[in-house]
């Protein structure tokens, strides 16, 4: 499971509801960060900050996830 979010607690709350699931966590703070953990580990399921800042937002993050075939489903 992939959490990209740029604040720790919320990252941290995700990480608690989880944690009895038998998940793998990584984590990304960046977009840049999200897409090169996607595409080198490539996760099941992507939990994605829509309000990311940075030089990619989270909604530029899931079209580019989508749109790469070594990322997208």
Do not use: H, S, Y
């Not at 740029?6 to 995700?14: A, F, P, S």
């Amino acid at each position: 499971m992939l959490i990209v979010e740029d604040r720790e607690m919320v990252r941290q709350l995700i990480e608690a509801v989880f944690t009895n699931g038998n998940w793998r966590f990584l984590t990304a703070t960046t977009g840049r960060a999200a897409l090169l953990k996607a595409r080198v580990f490539k996760p099941r399921i992507v939990f994605l900050d829509i309000g990311l800042v940075g030089a990619l937002n989270g909604l530029q993050v899931c079209l580019e996830l989508k749109r790469n075939e070594a990322t997208a489903p």
